[in-house]
């Protein structure tokens, strides 16, 4: 008897369709300001922002850093605050899903933190931290922090009931059970956190250098917007934007690896 | 101790009583099952069954009584209990071998021991070829076979099944119960074997407890001394299915 997986292949729609929204967008969007409909004071055509796409590589002026040091000082900071938020919310939140002592201890006060938007968090930061880099990766850690927490408890409280009765009568440890049975189950919550927290952290960052920095993309919308280049504002959501998706379909790529078994 | 066979007693369970709040459930219900014994357990709908199995296993406690293990008290930490559900019990990110091996890893059983158990194992039940394969790529029958073979993998003290089989289609149901009895017979395990299907529990087992109507105690118990393998039209095997229907019914 042999076993052999079946290769799935994409409709073609799959394929063409995307490319078809995606050109139909961008073209869209140049008409409308190439033909005046909207202002180019307004809003950038995708032709001018690939202008001063090509011009910022090399050109620190007038903000200052060309745009690689823009976008690794960005990057630099939504890493170290996101990779921060996975190393603590992650263990916190499986952990008070399955140990009662921990979620009577720690939920109270994450209510209590979570509704307070981490941009609230910045006039605090700038006393503590001042405006270097510490006080943005709080604000990000912050924001990546709670979908974590969620999440991994969300995940852990899904595991299916009898699998822990099942481990129960073979003797298992709660601490066998939380390794063996809770973790893996909430692995697919774990990887949505990973993409939410991702999110949240990349969307704070912007906000965390509109208000306090001198280097970085959210910086670079910021500058855009004072000296009236809403060319310069659209490169720095768009590097933005391209970012965040790379990383985001890296992750993707990763949670199909290592969930192979648990896709149905 | 020792029972018809002269095979000494392994379990023992003492005036198990459960009760929820007023609902008196169990009755102060005694039995022994000898070692290597298979044992039927058949009851009405609703008798309680499975809260039974849950005392037995001590998943839920109990209200008054026991059950024993060569004269303990029986703890799943220290006593190798398995218990195959109904419902697939399949760990999803574990392939069939891992999955097979999980009861004897919580049991921490040596690395060389597992190993030539798990060979021994996924052989005898024809889980061989698919032992790298995930839950989700084999069908609703093995998922069944990789519980069972999970269950014996670990030599248990007692072996528990609550209607294994119920989910699945009468032709494999009897495929799958010689492949119980061949397992049980190499593996000369002690199994209670919980069902409401009469003609299995004839099929299988070497003794039969009848249950009563809640408040659940046993009404009686019938001895099924036929050779193997069974047949179905046997009119020993006719009878004994007769006998334990008059028991049993309660319309």
């Known amino acids: ?264 | 101790m020792t029972d018809y066979l002269g095979r000494r007693n392994k379990i023992e369970v003492k005036n198990l009583t459960r009760r929820f709040g007023d609902l008196l459930v169990l009755d102060h219900i005694n039995f022994t099952v000898a070692e290597g014994e298979f044992l039927a357990i058949v009851g009405p709908t609703g008798c309680g069954k499975t809260t039974f199995l849950n005392c037995l296993s001590k998943l839920i406690p109990t209200s008054e009584g026991d059950i024993y293990v060569d004269g303990e008290v029986a703890n799943p930490k220290k006593h190798n209990l398995a218990f195959v559900f109904q419902e697939p019990t399949c760990l999803p990110w574990r392939t069939v071998r891992d999955n097979v091996a999980y009861g004897m890893e919580v049991k921490h059983f040596p690395k060389d021991r597992i190993e030539k158990k798990l060979n021994d194992i996924l052989n005898m039940v024809g889980l061989a070829d698919t032992a790298n394969l995930f839950p989700n790529q084999v069908s609703a029958s093995m998922m069944q076979r990789i519980a069972v073979s999970r269950a014996f993998a670990v030599d248990p003290d007692l072996l528990m099944m609550d209607e294994p089989y119920g989910q699945l289609d009468i032709k494999l149901r009897y495929y799958l119960e010689d492949e119980l009895i061949k397992l049980w017979q190499t593996l000369k395990s002690t199994v209670l074997f919980v069902t409401h299907n009469i003609e299995e529990a004839v099929y299988v087992a070497e003794r039969i407890l009848v249950l009563s109507n809640k408040p659940t105690h046993i009404k009686a118990e019938v001895l099924v001394d036929l050779p193997r393998p069974r047949s179905l039209i046997d009119p020993k095997f006719v009878e004994i299915r007769k006998q334990v229907t008059e028991l049993i019914r309660w319309w």
């Open chain 1, 1 to 264: 008897m042999a076993y052999e997986s079946v290769k799935v292949e994409k409709p073609l729609s799959l394929i063409l369709l995307p490319i078809l929204s995606v050109f139909t967008f961008f073209s869209a969007w140049e008409l409308i300001v190439d033909t005046g409909i909207v202002p180019s004071t307004m809003l950038a055509a995708p032709s001018a922002v690939i202008k001063l796409f090509l011009i910022k590589l090399t050109d620190p002026n007038p903000d200052g850093a060309i745009l690689a040091a823009h976008a690794w000082t960005s990057g630099k900071e939504a890493f170290i605050g996101y990779l921060l938020s996975l190393a603590f919310g992650l263990p916190l939140g499986l952990l008070m899903g399955w140990f009662t002592v921990v979620r009577g201890l720690a939920r109270p006060i994450f209510e209590l933190i979570r509704p307070i938007p981490p941009i609230a968090w910045i006039p605090l930061t700038i006393f503590w931290f001042g405006i270097g880099i510490e006080g943005k990766v709080f604000i990000i850690w912050l924001g990546g922090v709670v979908p974590c927490v969620i999440n991994a408890f969300v995940g852990v409280r899904m595991t299916n009931p009898t699998l822990i009765q099942m481990a129960r009568t073979y003797g298992a440890s709660d601490w066998q059970i939380f390794v063996q049975l809770c973790i893996p189950s909430a692995l697919p919550m774990v990887f949505g956190a990973l993409q939410i927290a991702l999110v949240c952290c990349w969307v704070n960052l912007v906000g965390a250098e509109l208000l306090a920095a001198d280097q970085g993309l959210g910086y670079l919308i910021s500058m855009g917007r004072r000296l009236a280049l809403p060319d310069m504002v659209v490169l720095g959501m768009v590097c933005v934007g391209f970012v965040g998706a790379v990383i985001g379909y890296a992750i993707e790529r990763l949670e199909c690896r290592l969930l192979a078994g648990i896709r149905r």
